[in-house]
Antibody, heavy 119, light 109 residues
Framework: QVQLVQSGAEVKKPGASVKVSCKPS????????IHWVRQAPGQGLEWMGA????????VYPQKFQGRVTVTRDTSTSTVYMELSSLISDDTAVYYC????????????WGQGTLVTVSS | QSALTQPHSVSGSPGQSVTISCTGT?????????VSWYQEHPGKAPKLMIY???RRPSGVPDRFSGSKSGNTASLTISGLQAEDEADYFC?????????FGTGTKVTVL
């Protein structure tokens, strides 16, 4: 059964960085793109960027360019999302989700990682 | 890129039909046939319900259907069941970024 297993909840201070991991299982790691999406409390979903695990190419929306870095470690079949210069508005549940090729939809999602930014 | 507009909430009795709209622009919903819909129960990961405007993944009941007209996509749940009570989000490809809807809470009365 396909699973995307994410790392546990984090509490960070404003100005710090957070790195969330996503480890897919039960499929060939480089076959699917991995996207990151967040949901702030009481808010909708927001796309943060994506990586092609095969070659490492990434894409980010303008809002997050320079502040979000998505990487992958092929030796451990793990994808990472690092968000820097945290502010309180970054408090949210962060999800990874997979996309097959250029199909433009997300067929499986991780369980979510709560990141709380608080002084 | 602004979020797609969805009604805050819709409700219906068991067995009834409800429709959720998702309004964007010609740069997203109207420009591509890449609208998807996700169901989200509290504390659980989102689940894909519809992709490519109207296609259903394997395992999704056929009471869920999708359509699009112009800049507005719609998700219809026919024969509403108690387990359909959840939040629903639309999503559209917009030429590199993806834009999500504001979310709709479906309540089964």
């Amino acid at each position: 059964q396909v699973q995307l297993v994410q790392s546990g909840a984090e509490v960070k201070k404003p100005g710090a960085s957070v790195k969330v991991s996503c480890k897919p299982s039960d499929y060939f790691f480089t076959t699917y793109l991995i996207h990151w999406v967040r949901q702030a409390p009481g808010q909708g979903l927001e796309w943060m960027g994506a990586i092609n695990p095969s070659g490492g190419a990434t894409v980010y929306p303008q809002k997050f360019q320079g502040r979000v870095t998505v990487t992958r470690d092929t030796s451990t079949s793990t994808v990472y999302m690092e968000l820097s210069s945290l502010i309180s508005d970054d408090t949210a549940v962060y999800y990874c989700a997979r996309e097959y090729g250029a199909t433009n939809y997300f067929d499986y999602w991780g369980q979510g990682t709560l990141v709380t930014v608080s002084s | 890129q602004s979020a797609l507009t969805q009604p805050h909430s819709v409700s219906g009795s068991p067995g009834q039909s409800v429709t959720i709209s998702c309004t964007g622009t010609s740069s997203d919903v109207g420009g591509y046939n890449y609208v998807s819909w996700y169901q989200e129960h509290p504390g659980k990961a989102p689940k894909l319900m519809i992709y490519d405007v109207s296609r259903r993944p394997s395992g999704v009941p056929d009471r869920f259907s999708g359509s699009k007209s112009g800049n507005t996509a719609s998700l219809t749940i026919s024969g509403l069941q108690a387990e359909d009570e959840a939040d629903y989000f639309c999503c559209s490809y917009a030429g590199s970024p993806y834009v999500f809807g504001t979310g709709t809470k479906v309540t089964v009365l």
